[in-house]
């Protein structure tokens, strides 16, 4: 019990910290306090870099076809946000 306890709480904090670098682009929005042609900017980068990474995943998953563009529809949503 010794030994899986601190492998726990190293998951733990993987965890934590792989969830905190994947925030959405509304949730750094926010945290930047845009508003109004900044915030409109900063979506616009934040969706053009999304789809150019997740194009670039589902060509590393050698994805075509339907499967591509459902891979990339929802890397896509859960990258923004929304």
């Known amino acids: 019990m010794t030994k899986i306890l601190p492998f726990a709480l190293m998951l733990s904090l993987i965890a934590g910290t792989a969830s905190a670098q994947t925030a959405s ?3 750094r929005s926010a945290e930047k306090n845009l508003h ?3 915030e409109t900017s900063f979506l616009k980068k934040c969706d053009r ?3 150019a990474s997740c194009d670039s995943a589902a060509a590393d998953k050698k994805l075509h076809g339907a499967a591509k563009t459902s891979f990339t529809k929802k890397c896509v949503r859960d990258a923004i946000g929304t």
């Open 25 to 27: 682009c509304h949730s």
């Open 36 to 38: 109004g042609a900044a």
């Open 49 to 51: 870099d999304a789809h």
